[in-house]
């Protein structure tokens, strides 16, 4: 998980967080323990940092994760980013507005 600061921020731009990386051992998949630290880290993103959004990234052969974002965690592909990742593939970029209390 990655929030930039203030001092990373154009003017009028709001915090955000953006999720690098999230990965689950394989004989502990499917326990819904990725659903449960994307909350936690989405919770934390908005309370603690006041963070407008969550974005991320997902390559596009990934149907699991991209399910996981989309359908269960409701994550909208904001673009396909062509050739992102260094093998070539396509990424969707993805993002998520967050609720404050």
Request: glycine share 4%; no cysteine; hydrophobic share 35%.
């Amino acid at each position: 998980m990655y929030v930039a600061d203030d001092e990373e921020l154009t003017e009028g731009e709001h915090p955000h967080g953006h999720v690098t990386s999230i990965s689950v051992l394989r004989t502990y998949r499917r326990l819904g323990i990725a659903k449960k630290l994307m909350l936690q880290s989405q919770e934390s993103m908005a309370t603690i940092y006041r963070a407008s959004y969550v974005s991320l990234h997902v390559r596009k052969s990934n149907r699991a994760a991209f399910s996981l974002y989309r359908d269960t965690l409701g994550f909208e592909v904001e673009k396909i980013e062509n050739k992102y990742y260094a093998d070539g593939e396509d990424a969707y970029s993805m993002k998520l507005l967050l609720k404050h209390d």
